[in-house]
């Protein structure tokens, strides 16, 4: 059976931020909330490695998906020539604006 939680005299600016980090990763704030229940639960009891969870940065847990700036830093390392045949985003637009 599922327990209710309660953190009582949460202050204004750390609610905040959790709102704010709840709309970052699309969920309410309920949802990030559980989200950081959960992943300080599999990191105390040493469940996360056999979870899938991945570190991230100053040693938080996430469970298998990346932010947009980790993304985005993951293909600034690969060179462009890593994806051989693909047209760039530029000669697409030029494309599209030159055939009106």
Do not use: Y
């Amino acid at each position: 059976m599922p327990v209710n939680l309660s953190i009582k005299g949460v202050p204004e600016d750390l609610a905040e931020r959790l709102r704010a980090r709840a709309e970052r990763h699309h969920r309410s704030l309920q949802g990030e909330l559980m989200a950081i229940v959960e992943q300080a639960a599999l990191a105390e009891s040493g469940a996360a490695a056999s979870k899938g969870a991945v570190a991230g940065p100053a040693g938080s847990l996430r469970q298998g998906w990346k932010t947009i700036e980790e993304l985005v830093a993951e293909r600034r390392q690969r060179p462009l020539s890593a994806t051989p045949g693909l047209p760039l985003a530029v000669d697409i637009v030029r494309a599209d604006r030159d055939s009106r």
